[in-house]
Every structure is written in structure tokens, then in C-alpha cells.
């Protein structure tokens, strides 16, 4: 008979290493059947699946209730996610970052999510469930400006110091049009129309879209139309770099789109 001769057998005085192959393929089925018989919403059974391809999501749903319910739905559609959620237990509140770092096209889209200031307080929620209006104010402070100390986190700070915050519905529109002049910026509602956002586009400004559901929310969302490119539509959207990474034509966007501001410097 082999003996057992790893510290974790000598812990717990297994004799052999096939008596803790054994208790491990015991706890091993004891999660599978946790899992198999969880009973739960939507959000848990799309992570249990996930799971079977990253096991990291097994980690999350052992320790469900650490998570806002919120983030799990968000990770649910947004493998990207997977570190920062992992990291939300050791990190909620924090934030690591005064600049948003060197401003290149290589820079955007910024994420609601990166744990720079994803974890930051903003109202009731965190910015990376509730932060895409200020993500968004904070990429095109940067692109107009030049001005790499705006992050997301601080317009997030502005917005809640300043009105431009609602407990239980999140960043009002003032913040585009009002709150903006704050950072020396120009802003005011644009028609949903082709030629207005190709022409606004193609003259160097940016255009901040408030999205109905869609290829982009479930619920709500903010993006950006950066530039045209190739005839299309680029977008910096805060919560997927695979969807910025994407070229739009308007058709696509057009009644996704439930209002739209245009930005450009004073």
C-alpha cells in the first residue's frame, strides 16, 4: 500500500493518496449535484453552463451570494468580465487609478468594468454595474479634450454631488447636456437622422446614444459613435470591447437608439 506523503494528506491523516483521490472525487460530484439541482433564476443556469468551459465560474457560484446579482447577470452575457468578478469580494469600493492613462485610439472604448475604477462607489450601485453614462463622459472628455484625468470614476463623483444622479435609476441625461460644460465641453440633442450623424461624425465630433434594448442591453445602455469608418459606424461601447470592436451601419443602430447627444469642445 502507497503511502500517503503530501501535507494535505498529513493534515487530515488520509493514509494513502488513494483514500483522498477518493474524498476528492467525492466532494468533486457533491458540487456537481449543488449545481445540477441549484434552483435559481436565469443568471445561475447560463453561468452553470459557462461553467463547464471556464471552471473559474465555479468558484462564483459557490460563493453566489458574495455578488451583486446585477454583476452575475452582467458576467452571464459577458465572458470579459470573468477576472473582475472574481476579484469583486477583495476589491468592491476600491479604486486604483487617478488618470485613465495615455489617450490613443488603442485606449478606447474605456470599461465600466476595469478594475482601475470598476469598483468604486457610484449611488447605490458600483461603476461597473451602473457607470456606463459616466464611462461614456469620460471617453469623449478625453477624445475632445486631451484630458486624461477625467476617469470614470470622477465623473461618476460629479454626477452624484451634483444632481445628475438618481437613487434607483442611475445618471439622468442632464449630465450630457448640462453637466458637460463642467469639463469644456459643447453638448446638445441631435436628430436620429443618417445625414446628422455621418455629418456630425465626419467633422470631428462625437456622439454620446442612450440604447433601448437591443444588440447592445436588456434594459438600458449608453455608447458612443466615435467615427465613420468604411461607411459605418464605429462605437466605443463601456461594457464590450467585442461589440466596439464591430463596425454599425445605421439601419442597425437606428431603432435601437432612444436619444442622442453631440459633443464638441467650446
Not at 494513502?16 to 436565469?42: P, V
Not at 463547464?52 to 453566489?64: A, F, S
Not at 466615435?226 to 442597425?252: H, M
Amino acid at each position: 500500500m502507497k503511502e500517503a506523503d503530501t501535507t494535505l494528506n498529513k493534515m487530515f491523516n488520509y493514509r494513502t493518496n488513494e483514500d483522498l483521490a477518493k474524498d476528492q472525487s467525492k466532494y468533486k460530484n457533491y458540487l456537481n449535484d449543488i449545481f445540477d439541482n441549484m434552483e435559481g433564476n436565469e443568471t445561475k443556469r447560463v453561468l452553470k453552463s459557462m461553467a463547464k468551459q471556464d471552471k473559474r465560474i465555479k468558484t462564483i457560484l459557490e460563493n453566489y451570494n458574495d455578488y451583486p446579482e446585477e454583476l452575475l447577470e452582467m458576467l452571464s452575457r459577458n465572458i470579459e468580465m470573468i477576472d473582475f468578478v472574481l476579484d469583486y469580494p477583495n476589491k468592491k469600493g476600491e479604486v486604483y487609478a487617478d488618470t485613465i492613462g495615455n489617450i490613443s485610439k488603442n485606449t478606447m472604448p474605456l470599461l465600466q468594468y476595469d478594475q482601475r475604477w470598476g469598483y468604486g462607489d457610484y449611488g447605490d450601485s458600483i461603476i461597473a454595474i451602473s457607470g456606463c453614462g459616466p464611462t461614456a463622459l469620460s471617453m469623449v472628455i478625453a477624445e475632445l479634450t486631451g484630458d486624461n484625468s477625467i476617469t470614470p470614476y470622477k465623473v461618476a463623483k460629479f454626477a452624484e454631488n451634483n444632481g445628475y444622479y438618481v437613487s434607483g435609476v442611475g445618471t439622468t441625461w442632464d449630465l450630457f447636456t448640462e453637466g458637460s460644460k463642467s469639463f469644456g465641453l459643447q453638448a446638445s440633442e441631435l436628430s436620429l437622422t443618417e445625414a446628422s450623424i455621418y455629418n456630425a461624425l465626419r467633422s470631428g465630433k462625437l456622439i454620446i446614444c442612450s440604447m433601448r434594448p437591443g444588440d447592445f442591453t436588456t434594459t438600458g445602455h449608453i455608447i458612443v459613435l466615435s467615427e465613420i469608418e468604411n461607411g459605418k459606424i464605429a462605437v466605443y461601447d463601456p461594457n464590450s470591447n467585442e461589440r466596439s470592436n464591430k463596425l454599425w451601419d445605421y439601419q442597425t443602430l437606428e431603432h435601437q437608439i432612444r436619444n442622442l447627444w453631440v459633443f464638441s469642445t467650446k
